[in-house]
């Protein structure tokens, strides 16, 4: 498997750059190459099957807990070094990153991202990304992970705009979203097959006391 670093002169990455800029958010329909997506597919399902994906929690820190009325994924934190697919993919968003710097100067400092599993039935109830006491996520970016989804296959990620209209994108392998993390709500609907993505947060430096 190729390098997946890439200029961030690269246009697709211009391209997120202008939506973003002018509308908030951006959809890449293949943005990922099919090899690197089914093998984070498969790097996900394998750690399933190894019982290291945890139900994830609601809210941060000591007061975060398990609210399966509200989420119903399970995550694992991706860190260096993990596989070769996960630095892949790492790389590639840190190009991201240097195109959303240079050319929004949003100070973006780190990448941090989880595999985040659905199992059929679960979902994600509207939510913004940025925490209230915490603002440190500036730029959310979700890639999917899904082969041959098909829309009566539900999962759609539905995003709620500030003029009242929404729209649902369904989880498609290889597409990736990418909106301002204060800005949009969203939520992820009901599925009826496993869902898989790699969900993550651009992050400046933020405001708490060091």
Not at 66 to 71: A, Q
């Amino acid at each position: 498997m190729r390098a997946m670093h890439i200029s961030s002169d690269h246009p697709q990455l211009l391209g997120i750059v202008d939506d973003l800029a002018n509308q908030g958010w951006s959809r890449q329909a293949i943005f990922l190459p099919d090899a690197l997506t089914r093998a984070l597919a498969v790097e996900c399902r394998r750690r399933k099957a190894e019982g290291e994906l945890a139900p994830a929690g609601v809210g941060r820190g000591q007061g975060q807990e398990v609210r399966e009325g509200i989420r119903g994924d399970h995550i694992l934190w991706l860190e260096p070094g993990q596989s070769e697919a996960c630095d892949q993919y790492l790389a590639l968003m840190d190009s991201l990153r240097e195109a959303l710097n240079r050319d929004l100067y949003l100070g973006l400092e780190d990448f941090e991202c989880h595999f985040a599993l659905y199992p059929p039935g679960s979902f994600y109830r509207k939510h913004l990304d940025r925490f209230r006491d915490d603002d440190r996520r500036s730029v959310s970016a979700i890639i999917y992970l899904n082969e041959d989804w098909r829309p009566d296959d539900g999962g759609q990620l539905r995003l709620f705009f500030a003029d009242g209209s929404e729209q649902d994108v369904p989880p498609l392998g290889g597409s990736l979203i990418v909106f301002m993390s204060a800005d949009l709500p969203h939520e992820v609907l009901a599925a009826n097959r496993e869902r898989l993505s790699v969900t993550g947060w651009f992050r400046r430096r933020g405001n708490e006391p060091f």
